[in-house]
């Protein structure tokens, strides 16, 4: 009993914790790259598939409908395992996140208007880059559908990553850098079983 309500109250603090880091990178970001008399309010960061992708900012919401069809297998085939395991590898990815995204702050899309409300500390607003959240949240579905064999087609969940990336990027939601260090965080903990429920009871 008493180590189920320690796990449970680590849980929450460190949930809490995250929700914290993710208000916070706002306001940092807001504050810094406001400071800079106009100059640098919006400055540019050399990004290869900014350059070579058309800007579909306005086109933002199609990263939350790519998440939420990609839940629909999970639905299908309702699994404690597997959400269990999926949610404690989440979980312990956003941790490394909510690390990530306050270290270095990039500068946030010139359009972005997103400010400190109530789904930001969820799905993030305009300075939390580095690392992609939203492609965290459907690659490491992907490589849990695979090694559950909810789907085994490989080029359909390689064809669905490419696609996920490619709208993440074109809607400015991120930069390029932030797509692979969320792939490999995603493998890294993945291949390493680092789901951070296991870890509590351990």
């Not at 900012?57 to 999926?86: Q, R």
Request: aromatic share 18%; hydrophobic share 50%.
């Amino acid at each position: 009993m008493i180590t189920r309500f320690y796990t449970l109250f680590i849980i929450i603090i460190s949930f809490i914790l995250i929700c914290y880091l993710n208000l916070y990178v706002q306001k940092i970001g807001n504050e810094f790259y406001s400071s800079q008399d106009g100059k640098n309010r919006n400055a540019q960061v050399y990004d290869i598939l900014h350059n070579l992708l058309p800007d579909k900012h306005e086109k933002g919401w199609l990263t939350n409908l790519i998440a939420i069809v990609s839940i629909i297998p999970l639905l299908l085939h309702f699994n404690v395992k597997f959400i269990f395991e999926y949610v404690g590898m989440l979980f312990t990815i956003f941790i490394f996140r909510a690390i990530t995204i306050n270290v270095t702050i990039l500068p946030r899309h010139e359009k972005c208007d997103i400010t400190e409300g109530f789904m930001t500390p969820f799905i993030g607003g305009c300075f939390d880059k580095i690392f992609s959240g939203h492609f965290a949240f459907v690659f490491m579905l992907s490589l849990l559908y695979y090694s559950y064999k909810y789907i085994t087609n490989i080029p359909f969940l390689v064809g669905w990553n490419i696609m996920n990336a490619l709208v993440i990027i074109s809607t400015r939601s991120h930069y390029t850098i932030d797509i692979i260090v969320s792939a490999l965080v995603c493998y890294i903990v993945y291949d390493d079983d680092l789901n951070f429920f296991k870890l509590l009871n351990k």
